[in-house]
């Protein structure tokens, strides 16, 4: 029996069911523990805010050019209260996610390459943003070095879990920008995260490339033990304009359904704008469909965290 021939993590298994995943992938008993905690029964904690549990949402795409970095910016805002405080962390070695928070490339240092590659304790670059509620961590080109750096390191795979134990409860969510790859940075996000949200155009190549994805994350998912869920697609860039965008938004979902979730982002001038100006689109144009659209996301994302008992 394998992961994929039982419905994969998106169904609650019976007892039965667990012993012979376990069984067959050799999990360890921490592992168990986490799975039967994380898909069958929820995790139920509270932050020091007295908040609900908080949750770590990975951003992930293995195709460059699918909005990825504005998603991960903007609904960090949308989500980002005086009461439920938001981590945004910058894994792209470019630094699009800080820039379009007003962080200019002489001030990225400490970053995330800090805290994964020297084990710098992550409190120390944790930074506030404009955005009442929402602090970064922030991206360097140090981060492009990641694979070659920690090639010989025993647990690579875990220094983003292991960075953020210290400060998750300090946060409602913590969202992680990912890199356009499936390289040693997203896996750590992946295996750190409580649920992923892959963004997606609705371009032909980015439908392709999203089954070979979902492929991929599976087999990490295998070979892990990751208990990260899929929380949604979200589609992005989306210009009903085109008769191929139509098309094959409708395909997307028909083939992945509630998955995907309700709110897109449209096609919208003022999200390119944003970024030069080092501001979210809700502080730049609050009244714009882009504005309108991550709120309505960010409205979605909490719902589906609730329901699934983790928020």
Request: glycine fraction near 6%; include cysteine.
């Amino acid at each position: 029996m394998t992961l994929k021939e039982t419905g994969g993590p998106f169904r609650i298994w019976p007892k039965r069911q667990c012993s012979q995943i376990w069984i067959r992938y050799r999990w360890s008993v921490a592992q168990k523990v986490a799975f039967r905690r994380n898909i069958r029964y929820g995790k139920k904690v509270r932050n020091k805010d007295g908040n609900n549990a908080f949750m770590i949402i990975a951003l992930v795409n293995n195709k460059g050019g699918v909005a990825k970095t504005t998603c991960a910016v903007n609904l960090s805002a949308a989500l980002a209260k005086p009461a439920r405080r938001v981590l945004l962390v910058d894994l792209d070695s470019q630094g699009s996610a800080s820039f379009s928070l007003g962080i200019t490339r002489a001030d990225l240092r400490p970053s995330a390459a800090d805290v994964l590659l020297d084990g710098m304790p992550i409190h120390k670059a944790i930074r506030n943003t404009a955005v009442e509620g929402l602090d970064v961590v922030t991206g360097s080109m140090e981060l492009a070095n990641a694979d070659l750096v920690l090639a010989d390191t025993r647990g690579r795979e875990n220094r983003l879990k292991d960075a953020l134990t210290p400060i998750r409860e300090d946060y409602g969510f913590i969202i992680v920008d990912c890199p356009p790859s499936l390289s040693l940075l997203p896996i750590n996000a992946l295996v750190a995260a409580d649920t992923f949200i892959v963004p997606v155009t609705p371009h032909y190549l980015a439908l392709e490339g999203l089954v070979n994805l979902l492929e991929a994350i599976e087999r990490m998912r295998q070979g892990f033990g990751m208990v990260a869920s899929l929380l949604g697609f979200v589609l992005t860039m989306v210009d009903y304009r085109t008769r191929a965008a139509t098309e094959i938004v409708e395909m997307i979902r028909s083939q992945y359904q509630t998955k995907v979730f309700r709110a897109e982002i449209r096609v919208n001038v003022r999200l390119t704008e944003a970024p030069s100006f080092g501001r979210t689109i809700l502080d730049y144009a609050s009244s714009s469909t882009g504005a309108e659209a991550y709120r309505s996301l960010a409205a979605e994302v909490l719902l589906r965290c609730r329901k699934e008992g983790k928020k």
